[in-house]
């Protein structure tokens, strides 16, 4: 293959700034060219492990550098924890977003939610697999099952135990066809666990999980796309024990559409669902027919959509009012350079 000819890769590995591509069966590592980071205007503009990259190999073709982006079809965003609280894709081309929840002690329904929101809004189709299946308390089982049931209106739901086996044929059939998919969840969810299964190897490192709290330490440190026997493709990703969501106003109205469709019934269009007479939702809520947590995760939600939309908008008419500035410096320069050749 001949050196600096751009041809396309698929990025299946990133590292601390650190990729491996895919280029015609082969992988490679790669770094990005200093142009696409000079140009770039925020993380979002970088690739992502899942992404097509336009690339140009040297060394004999022993090592890639990647000069773009390629447009995507489907993109996994949340908000970093870093006081910026910019975007962060976690996974680009996906047909499906595999939510791992245990059902021991990291059986959480608000961080599902609060998840779920984040995967309707990335173009994919989310799937919640609840692991473990076989720590979960006999008496609790259906309960916890219907509770997550009510949570993902529109996904499938599905029980497994990675150790037994039970239930992986329903995520295997998930992921047949060549689909391309991601798995999100906090530490100590399974997600490694399921992945091994899947794989029938130990592709992914597996760490303990604390007793007290169910929680597990950061196995996976990288983000990496694996290709299983079943055909599927999946991205594992490190465990997120804070998931903020960004860009989410389609995400949360399809995450919760159950709230949205009693919301059609209010006697108020504009109705907020805080207080007004003739709110079908608060009727709902006293009825029991809807969680009254889950209205109170959705006004969560919806507020934190609203605030980090309001602070993009700032960000970005400072950046406007900048980008004015630094040409109107340069318009002055230019014509202050026009009057000395002239000798005015």
Known sequence: MAEDKSITALVTAEQRGAYTVRVEGAELPAVIAGKLTGEAGSRLDLPVVGDDVAVSLHDGGAKAVIHGVLPRRSLLLRIGLGKDGDAQPLAANID??????GMDGNYNIARLE???TAAWDSGALPVVVLT??????EAELAGRLEAAGLAAPGARVLCVSSLSGDGVAAVEAELAGGLRCCFVGSSGAGKSTLLNRLAGREAALT???REDDSRGRHTTS?????ILPCGGQVIDTPGIREFGVAYAADGLETSFSDISA?????RFKDCSHTGEPGCAVAAAVEAKTLPAERLLNY???RRETERHEQVTDLKKRLEAKRKQKNFGRMARDITQKKRRLRGG
């Open 207 to 209: 760490g303990a999980v």
């Open 262 to 266: 009693l919301a059609a019934s209010c």
């Open 299 to 301: 006004h969560k939600l």
């Open 132 to 137: 473990k299946k076989d720590l979960c308390p």
């Open 222 to 226: 990288s983000r990496q796309l694996y």
């Open 114 to 116: 609060r998840v779920l």
């Open 96 to 101: 499906k977003v595999f939510i791992v929840m």
